[in-house]
């Protein structure tokens, strides 16, 4: 799969087919977040992965929303060290965002969960280091649904010059 096609063809998947996803494919997957940008070359992250039923559970009830986790074979975790980057949320999230197209490119599904509802008993359950900051779970699995969404136009989105002026040519 080509990259613009994966970029166009990604979707949130919230049901999974119960199949596991293999070693090797969750290590490509992690080494795609291991090589997104990040400033200065901070490498900030750090993927958390875990499979076991009762895990996945008790770290699904940690979230206000993603209860969808735990019915996902795997979950991965990801944080980041704010002390190692002037931008270690925007280097997270772009980590996550390598790890979900890789996903998709293998034929796997993702959705990004937000934290915050309870970020410190995940990091307990997980053995996180007080000082790391969550940018989010992934569920990952095979999907069981194929969701469909439509996008915004481009024309109404991406000006040209100022606010306002299409970056497309009128029709």
Known sequence: MEVLEAIETRRSIRRYQPDPVSHDLLVKILEAGRWAPSASNSQPWSFVVFTDPEV??????????GWFLDEAPVGIVVSVDPGLSSCPIQDGSLAVQNMMLAAHAL?????WINPGL???????????????????????????ETPSKLRKRLGDIAFSGRWGDSILPAK
């Not at 996945?56 to 929303?65: A, D, E, G």
């Not at 034929?107 to 959705?111: H, I, N, P, S, V």
């Open 56 to 65: 996945k559970r008790r770290i699904t009830r940690c979230f206000l929303y």
């Open 107 to 111: 034929d796997l599904g993702t959705c």
């Open 118 to 144: 309870n970020d410190e008993e995940v990091k307990v359950i997980l053995n996180i280091p007080r000082e790391q900051r969550l940018i989010c779970a992934l569920s990952l699995g095979y999907p069981a």
